[in-house]
């Protein structure tokens, strides 16, 4: 766990994360990030279907990517790759509910790619 500088004057800790209670889901690349703003704890989730070695230009964003927030029990996507489906609103209060979700949500993916 590392503490990372921020440029959010309300901020008070952002942590990074390689791994952890996200770890299982099945992406080739997956980042998160928890932010503590006045006390209250918000999760973002990076996730692309492509190794990040493989992103056009290093880009993140030019991959088949999701960014999530988890926060008060609910999953959203905040932005998206074109090239993937709408991923709904959900309720998940834990990590592994998480995880259930975004495997879920993935595997939908993968089963219209053929």
């Known amino acids: 766990m590392k503490t990372m500088a921020t440029n959010l004057s309300t901020a008070v800790t952002t942590q990074a994360f390689n791994s952890g209670a996200y770890g299982a889901i099945t992406a080739s690349f997956v980042r ?3 932010v503590k703003l006045e006390g209250r704890s918000t999760t973002f989730l990076d996730i692309s279907l492509e190794a990040s070695h493989s992103w056009p230009n290093g880009i993140f964003q030019n991959s088949r990517y999701l960014q999530l927030v988890l926060r008060d029990g609910c ?3 905040i932005t998206k790759s074109y090239k ?3 991923f709904r609103k959900t309720k998940a209060a834990t990590p592994e509910a998480v995880v259930k979700v975004v495997n879920r949500y993935l595997a939908r993916v993968a089963e219209m790619e053929g």
């Open 84 to 86: 993937l489906p709408t």
């Open 32 to 34: 998160e990030l928890a």
């Open 75 to 77: 999953v959203q996507a």
